[in-house]
Nanobody
């Protein structure tokens, strides 16, 4: 069994910052890529940022220079530092972990940015 658990969402004013955390646990011997996705009602889930086991990162254009993804392999954890938040960043944020040939998702953590 694999568990992926996110934390750190909340309500913040425009221009503020939040840090999301995610930890994978259980049978995670082949934990590869980890990443953050977000979804708003009525729209498809989209990639926000991803990081490989070796530390290579990629970002959606809309968050480049504002968000930073990082990873702690010893803790099987991934983090998303979100700065200069905008109202359009409001969404349910999901952590994703690729373990072997399977992908696992967390339950999501809500981020709401007020104007």
């Amino acid at each position: 069994q694999v568990q992926v658990v996110e934390s750190g969402g909340g309500l913040v004013q425009s221009g503020g910052s939040l840090r999301l955390s995610c930890t994978a646990s259980g049978s995670i011997f082949n934990l590869y890529d980890m990443g953050w996705y977000r979804q708003i009602p009525g729209k498809q889930r989209e990639l926000v940022a991803g990081v490989t086991r070796g530390g290579i990162t990629n970002y959606a254009d809309s968050v480049k220079a504002r968000f930073t993804i990082s990873r702690d392999n010893a803790k099987s954890a991934v983090y998303l530092q979100m700065n200069s938040l905008k109202t359009e960043d409001t969404a349910l944020y999901y952590c994703n972990a690729r373990i072997g040939f399977k992908e696992y998702w967390g339950q999501g953590t809500q981020v709401t940015v007020s104007s």
